[in-house]
C-alpha cells in the first residue's frame, strides 16, 4: 500500500532554510500529483506547493513563490521542499500528500494518501 513518510522539519531562526523530504513507497507514481500543504494551529490546512510526477510541472501558493522549491527524484522515489527565507508565519505542520492523477491539485480533499506530518517552526 501507498506510504509517504516526511522529515527535515525543525527549528529555524527567520531567514534561515529547511528541506523537508517526503519518502514515497508502495508503487510507482506515474501519473500522480504530489503536494505538500501544511496546517498552523487554529487555521485550516492549506496548498503550499505541488509536482507533476512526470515530467515535474510545479505550482506554488503565492506566499511561497520564490522561496519554496518543490522537486522529486525517480530513483530515489521522494519528493522536496526546499524552504528559503523562511518567516515567522510558515509555521505549521507541513504534510505530504499524493494525487492519482495528473492535473496539478491544490485542493486537499481531491488528494488520496498522506504523511504523517513534520513540524516547521520559525522563530522571530
Known amino acids: 500500500q501507498v506510504q509517504l513518510v516526511e522529515s527535515g522539519g525543525g527549528l529555524v531562526q527567520a531567514g534561515g532554510s529547511l528541506r523537508l523530504v517526503c519518502i514515497a513507497s508502495?508503487?510507482?507514481?506515474?501519473?500522480?500529483?504530489m503536494g505538500w500543504f501544511r496546517q498552523a494551529p487554529g487555521k485550516e490546512r492549506e496548498f503550499v506547493a505541488a509536482?507533476?510526477?512526470?515530467?515535474?510541472?510545479?505550482y506554488y501558493v503565492d506566499s511561497a513563490k520564490g522561496r519554496f522549491t518543490i522537486s522529486r527524484d525517480d530513483v530515489k522515489n521522494t519528493v522536496y521542499l526546499q524552504m528559503n527565507s523562511l518567516r515567522p508565519e510558515d509555521t505549521a505542520v507541513y504534510y505530504c500528500?499524493?494525487?492519482?492523477?495528473?492535473?496539478?491539485?491544490?485542493?486537499?480533499?481531491?488528494?488520496?494518501?498522506w504523511g504523517q506530518g513534520t513540524q516547521v517552526t520559525v522563530s522571530s
Open positions: 500528500a499524493a494525487a492519482n492523477t495528473i492535473v496539478m491539485l491544490t485542493s486537499d480533499r481531491l488528494y488520496d494518501y
Open positions: 509536482i507533476r510526477w512526470s515530467g515535474g510541472s510545479t
Open positions: 508502495g508503487r510507482t507514481f506515474s501519473g500522480y500529483t
